[in-house]
T-cell receptor, first 114, second 116 residues
Framework: DTEVTQTPKHLVMGMTNKKSLKCEQH?????MYWYKQKAKKPPELMFV???????INESVPSRFSPECPNSSLLNLHLHALQPEDSALYLC?????????????FGNGTRLTVT | AQKVTQAQTEISVVEKEDVTLDCVYE???????LFWYKQPPSGELVFLIR??????QNEISGRYSWNFQKSTSSFNFTITASQVVDSAVYFC?????????????FGTGTRLKVLA
């Protein structure tokens, strides 16, 4: 069983909808990540939070808005998405700030934008 | 420029064969970390192995082994006596510092099919 929990598992939304993806971990990790993965492609980094502060934004469009309300939770707010945003969204966490610790991934949210 | 290259797009082997997955990376850092992850059809990325840039000792863990060569910037991964359950996409990843935080950059992946 994964120690990083993502909800929902599947999400279908229209281009005018507002929705949120949720990620939770209780491993005491202080670095949390959002990745986007299209079919048959590698995960692409979107955002990194370190000690609840946004430390990396990989030039992601503003229709994606991350939030880290506390050390265990990470949200990704979605608004006015495009069909090409349909993908698997993966959350991951690791100990901060070291980079020698592996990322622990959730099962992902499979998003379809209609 | 691609920082982590996995030249093998797809590999098919028959069960019990050994298989090696190649990974070549590019970085300017003197200290960095390399990882292999497995992604089965269910979608979750599972951590397999890790190597620090200052430790070139190669190791074996069960059916997994890895060959890290700094001189050629390669970090290859071998599965011995492959099983059908090993069928998955395997990603090599590089951890690199960026503004005090670490980015984990994934290679393009190699799809492994183990046939019964």
């Amino acid at each position: 069983d994964t120690e990083v929990t993502q909800t929902p598992k599947h999400l279908v939304m229209g281009m005018t909808n507002k929705k949120s993806l949720k990620c939770e971990q209780h491993m005491g990790h202080r670095a949390m990540y959002w990745y986007k993965q299209k079919a048959k492609k590698p995960p692409e980094l979107m955002f990194v939070y370190s000690y609840e502060k946004l430390s990396i934004n990989e030039s992601v469009p503003s229709r994606f808005s991350p939030e880290c309300p506390n050390s265990s939770l990470l949200n990704l707010h979605l608004h006015a998405l495009q069909p090409e945003d349909s993908a698997l969204y993966l959350c991951a966490s690791t100990t901060a700030p070291q980079g020698n610790s592996p990322l622990h991934f959730g099962n992902g949210t499979r998003l379809t934008v209609t | 420029a691609q920082k982590v290259t996995q030249a093998q797009t797809e590999i098919s082997v028959v069960e019990k064969e050994d298989v090696t997955l190649d990974c070549v990376y590019e970085t300017r850092d003197t200290t960095y970390y390399l990882f292999w992850y497995k992604q089965p059809p269910s979608g979750e990325l599972v951590f397999l192995i890790r190597r620090n840039s200052f430790d070139e000792q190669n190791e074996i863990s069960g059916r997994y082994s890895w060959n890290f060569q700094k001189s050629t910037s390669s970090f290859n991964f071998t599965i011995t006596a492959s099983q059908v359950v090993d069928s998955a996409v395997y990603f090599c990843a590089l951890s690199e510092a960026s503004s005090g935080t670490y980015k984990y950059i994934f290679g393009t992946g190699t799809r492994l099919k183990v046939l019964a």
